[in-house]
């Protein structure tokens, strides 16, 4: 306003030199209480704007006299609010390193500073008092949160964790409903109340929270589904020890949806085709595992496709197999199959070229187990015995660990589903809770004669780079044959030298199966 002020005033002024310096000066009078000026116009003009540019400056210059003390109490205001805003961000960082006095001693003067921030004052005064340990002082901060409408979602997850510190879930679970109930995309109220129902082993609860979480958009498809398909095998697991046909039936429906929702969920598909053939759907149970070895190939779905048939004879097993592995035949468990349905049908020279195709891997003790039968097969027990001893000191497979030492498949506690759950639902990948516990499993390494035999030496490691596994329904030890068209465990006699080891027959042991009495 003054820069324009002054600008006019000498635009104003330049145009009237202009005038006088043209010879055009004019005349001007002022007659006034008896006083009579005279003087040319173009003075007359300039003395009017002098006038009126002082009486501008006078008049300002008044305004801001009367002025100065609202502009002083906004200055104080600001600095004020400058100071307010300072101390909270250095109270939330204060709360972030953990120092909980400092906090609190920093909403203690935000309080008074940031009176225009009430809402981010409590919030910082309650974290403070979580920070210090004080759960008192912080439940107190978060019930006073509740009074405000916008304020209230924040103040329930402080009272729920504040609730859970102090080792009260019960009321922690009542905070995290009423949450879930006020806003529809608090993800974290979900969360809480998902992890309760899965501690609980609630499955039908929990299910019922995936859809809801589906629906409100708190989670992609795509961990709806994988949910729901660990939830569904979990719901089966639980009903397939029951001897009522309803509930078997129920136990397989869950199993089959689990399985056609994900078919790389190996649990679900395993425990689908179980039931199925208890049924006697074979054929079914079949084509699901085929689906599923296309997807992801995992040894508890072959070990359940080896187990449809017990009325067939090694080869035909073994070509059946072979088949299997076909639908995937890069897969490495594809590959590995090939060496067991080799040996299956008592071919131990095929086993030995399709073990020399595998890729070069870190030794296990399955992949030791393997190469052993193989060298064993081949007539070469001393190399077999060695890789029995290389096998006793290295890792177990995850994969190989989701066998029990009966033989059956994915026999999870209810924690272990819980968490198997959680973790498929988030990443598409499959814990291995029996590895993480060192659990016994399904016999990895094969019983051979003590006695020693001479053979040809151990040079078959650095042939085939150490990638083999074994199988514990057959090790394929000598000709394959067995009574009932069972592949017999062999049991061979110590040797000496000149005729090949004899084997005992026997039935084995059906793997992916329901538990049976230890042989």
């Given at each position: 306003m003054i820069r324009a002020t002054l600008v006019f005033f000498v635009v104003a002024a330049i145009a009237v030199a202009v005038v006088a310096l043209t010879g055009e000066p004019g005349a001007a009078s002022l007659d006034w209480m008896g006083w009579r000026v005279e003087m040319t116009a173009a003075a007359a003009a300039l003395?009017?704007?002098?006038?009126?540019?002082?009486?501008?400056?006078?008049?300002?210059?008044?305004l801001w006299v009367v002025g100065a003390p609202q502009r002083a109490a906004r200055a104080r205001a600001d600095a004020k609010r400058k100071q307010g805003v300072e101390a909270l961000s250095r109270g939330f960082l204060a709360v972030a390193a953990g120092d909980g006095s400092e906090a609190r001693r920093l909403a203690q003067k935000a309080s008074e500073l940031a009176e225009d921030a009430p809402a981010l004052v409590r919030v910082l005064a309650a974290q403070a008092a979580e920070a210090a340990g004080d759960h008192v002082a912080a439940r107190q901060a978060y019930n006073a949160m509740l009074g405000f409408?916008?304020?209230?979602?924040?103040?329930?997850?402080?009272?729920?964790?504040?609730?859970?510190?102090?080792?009260?879930?019960?009321?922690?679970?009542?905070?995290?409903?009423?949450a879930y109930g006020l806003a529809k995309t608090a993800r974290w109220a979900w969360r809480a109340l998902l992890e309760a129902r899965l501690e609980a082993g609630d499955w039908k609860a929990a299910l019922a929270l995936?859809?809801?979480?589906?629906?409100?958009?708190?989670?992609?498809?795509?961990?709806?589904e994988r949910a729901r398909a660990a939830l569904l095998a979990a719901s089966a697991a639980g009903l397939e020890e029951s001897d009522d046909p309803k509930v078997l039936a129920q136990a397989?429906?869950?199993?089959?949806?689990?399985?056609?929702?994900?078919?790389?969920?190996?649990?679900?598909?395993?425990?689908?085709?179980?039931?199925?053939?208890?049924?006697?759907?074979?054929?079914?149970?079949?084509?699901?595992?085929?689906?599923?070895?296309?997807?992801?190939?995992?040894?508890?779905?072959?070990?359940?496709?080896?187990?449809?048939?017990?009325?067939?004879?090694?080869?035909?097993r073994a070509t059946r197999l072979a088949a299997l592995a076909n639908l995937k035949p890069e897969a490495r468990e594809s590959r590995l199959l090939k060496v067991e349905s080799a040996l299956i049908g008592g071919d131990p020279i095929?086993?030995?070229?399709?073990a020399r195709l595998l890729p070069e891997e870190a030794l296990t003790a399955r992949i030791a187990g393997l190469m052993a039968r193989v060298a064993y097969a081949c007539g070469e027990a001393d190399e077999a015995r060695a890789w029995v001893a290389?096998?006793?000191?290295?890792?177990?497979?995850?994969?190989?660990?989701?066998?029990?030492?009966?033989?059956?498949a994915f026999a999870y506690a209810r924690d272990d589903w819980a968490r198997l759950t959680v973790s498929?639902?988030?990443?598409?990948?499959?814990?291995?809770?029996?590895?993480?516990r060192r659990e016994r499993t399904m016999s990895e390494l094969p019983e051979l004669p003590s006695a020693y035999a001479e053979s040809t030496p151990f040079v078959r490691a650095a042939e085939t780079g150490g990638a083999l596994m074994p199988i514990p329904d057959d090790p394929g030890i000598g000709p394959a044959g067995g009574a009932g068209g069972f592949d017999p465990a062999p049991s061979p006699e110590p040797e000496t030298s000149g005729p090949a080891p004899r084997r005992k027959t026997g039935s084995r042991r059906r793997l992916a199966s329901g538990p049976r009495a230890a042989k």
């Open positions: 003395l009017t704007l002098f006038t009126a540019l002082v009486a501008t400056i006078l008049w300002r210059g008044l409408p916008e304020m209230r979602l924040a103040g329930l997850r402080g009272l729920m964790q504040t609730a859970l510190a102090e080792g009260d879930r019960a009321l922690a679970l009542r905070h995290a409903e009423t995936v859809q809801g979480a589906l629906e409100r958009k708190i989670v992609p498809p795509l961990v709806a397989l429906d869950f199993a089959t949806q689990a399985a056609k929702l994900k078919p790389d969920f190996a649990p679900g598909v395993v425990m689908a085709a179980r039931l199925q053939a208890a049924e006697g759907k074979a054929a079914k149970a079949g084509a699901l595992i085929e689906h599923a070895w296309k997807q992801a190939p995992h040894p508890a779905l072959w070990l359940a496709y080896r187990d449809l048939k017990t009325s067939e004879t090694p080869k035909l095929a086993a030995r070229a399709a290389r096998g006793a000191a290295v890792p177990q497979e995850p994969d190989w660990s989701d066998l029990d030492p009966e033989g059956r498929y639902a988030e990443t598409g990948e499959l814990i291995h809770p029996r590895f993480e």
